[in-house]
């Protein structure tokens, strides 16, 4: 059974920080590009950080310079280390792994940035 389980998000102020993880398994983590999404209340998702099995990253322009995307292929888990939060950073982040044309993804967690 494939599942990709997200955990970390919560309440932090703004200019804090959170580390997201997501624990994948039913599926071979390695070769899957792993991606997270965020949707904010009345927006689109939109896709925030990739990664790729060999490692290749790229970021959404909104978050280059704060946010850190690594994987440990080891442990079949994908982070997100998120740094210098602003309030336009809250939302639901979800994990996805994409290979081919399968795509999975994660149920998401809360990430609220306020004081």
């Known amino acids: 059974q494939v599942q990709l389980v997200e955990s970390g998000g919560g309440l932090v102020q703004p200019g804090g920080s959170l580390r997201l993880s997501c624990v994948a398994s039913?599926?071979?983590?390695?070769?899957?590009?792993m991606n997270w999404y965020r949707q904010a209340v009345g927006k689109e998702r939109e896709l925030v950080a990739t990664i790729t099995g060999g490692g290749s990253i790229n970021y959404a322009d909104a978050v280059k310079g704060r946010f850190i995307i690594s994987r440990d292929n080891a442990k079949d888990t994908v982070y997100l280390q998120m740094n210098s939060l602003t309030p336009e950073d809250t939302a639901v982040y979800y994990c996805?792994?994409?290979?081919?044309?399968?795509?999975?993804w994660g149920q998401g967690t809360q990430v609220t940035v306020s004081s």
């Open positions: 039913g599926f071979t983590f390695g070769i899957y590009v």
């Open positions: 996805n792994g994409r290979y081919s044309t399968r795509a999975y």
